[in-house]
């Protein structure tokens, strides 16, 4: 069974940084499409950051410059590394797995809180 874990949130002060980590159990991240997600209180869930399984990296144009998403094959694990946070960034944030075999699937993992205080 596919399940990624999210890990690594926690309350930080504005300016900060944290890492989070998605480790994937059940299924090879570098060869699918992984993603976070996040979800605010109010908010649809909105993209955050995508890398491919290609290596290629994408992000929303508010994290440019401040959140990096990377991968490492050996741990099986994707990261987002997010500096300079700001209040806007406090949301519950998912990791994401997209990819196909016999037809496509999506994986999501359940969420890790991430405070930012002013």
């Known amino acids: 069974q596919v399940q990624p874990v999210e890990s690594g949130g926690g309350l930080v002060q504005a300016g900060g940084s944290l890492r989070l980590s998605c480790a994937a159990s059940g299924i090879i991240v570098s060869l699918n499409n992984m993603g976070w997600y996040r979800q605010a209180p109010g908010n649809e869930r909105e993209l955050v950051a995508t890398i491919t399984s290609a290596g290629r990296t994408d992000y929303a144009d508010s994290v440019k410059g401040r959140f990096t998403i990377s991968r490492d094959n050996a741990k099986n694990t994707v990261y987002l590394q997010m500096s300079s946070l700001k209040s806007e960034d406090t949301a519950v944030y998912y990791c994401?797995?997209?990819?196909?075999?016999?037809?496509?699937?999506?994986?999501w993992g359940q969420g890790t809180q991430v405070t930012v205080s002013s």
């Open positions: 994401n797995i997209k990819g196909h075999g016999t037809g496509w699937y999506e994986y």
